[in-house]
């Protein structure tokens, strides 16, 4: 499993919406958007932040993840 998927799975488990978890994260809805596409990856900080809104460690961000 790709970091975009993972990141979908883990917030439709939650029931959030892009716009809730950008929300909960302090991001743009936009930026969401783009990591659920693969066209940006979380920054540290931003990992950080969502890994709060979703529940989840890093590890468990990264849980099943191909690096």
């Known amino acids: 499993m790709e ?9 439709q488990e939650k029931r959030f919406t892009q716009a809730q978890l950008a ?4 991001v743009d809805q936009s ?3 783009y990591w659920e596409k ?9 990992r950080k932040r969502l890994c709060k809104a979703l529940g ?6 990264f ?3 191909d690096l």
């Open 3 to 11: 970091l975009k998927d993972r990141i979908k799975v883990l917030r």
């Open 23 to 26: 929300e909960e994260a302090e």
């Open 31 to 33: 930026t969401v958007s």
């Open 38 to 46: 693969g066209r940006q990856e979380p920054n540290k900080e931003q």
């Open 56 to 61: 989840v460690t890093l590890s468990g961000l």
């Open 63 to 65: 849980k099943d993840v």
